[in-house]
């Protein structure tokens, strides 16, 4: 089991930048892939970014590919997305995922464990 911690978010204006960290609790955090899902207000939850659990692996939505960069540091329990150029649509809450496997899915249902979210707002 694992717990996530999200971390990071804020008011940020367009084309700006933001770090977000997720600190996973447990003494297995190499062992689990880890994505980055967001979720704006009336909107399904959409992957946006994960990550093997060697970070040798990373996959992109397509509207994150370019601008937004997905890591991990094992010795720390802790993921990261670096986010640059953000844009008014890139508002939402968004949330750290851990799931065991070796495979990096898109879909929300494939991943065990969540945080409870950190806001992202940016203004135009």
């Known amino acids: 089991q694992v717990q996530l911690v999200e971390s990071g978010g804020g008011l940020v204006q367009a084309g700006g930048s933001l770090r977000l960290s997720c600190a996973a609790s447990?003494?297995?955090?190499?062992?689990?892939?880890m994505g980055w899902f967001r979720q704006a207000p009336g909107r399904e939850r959409e992957f946006v970014a994960a990550?093997?659990?060697?970070?040798?692996?990373?996959y992109y939505a397509d509207s994150a590919k370019g601008r937004f960069t997905i890591s991990r540091d094992n010795a720390k329990n802790s993921v990261y997305l670096q986010m640059n150029s953000l844009k008014p649509e890139d508002s939402a809450a968004y949330y750290c995922?851990?799931?065991?496997?070796?495979?990096?899915?898109?879909?929300?249902?494939?991943?065990?464990?969540w945080g409870q979210g950190t806001q992202v707002t940016v203004s135009s």
């Open positions: 990550i093997n659990w060697s970070g040798g692996s990373t």
């Open positions: 447990g003494r297995t955090f190499s062992s689990y892939a």
């Open positions: 995922a851990a799931r065991v496997g070796l495979s990096l899915p898109t879909t929300p249902g494939s991943y065990n464990y």
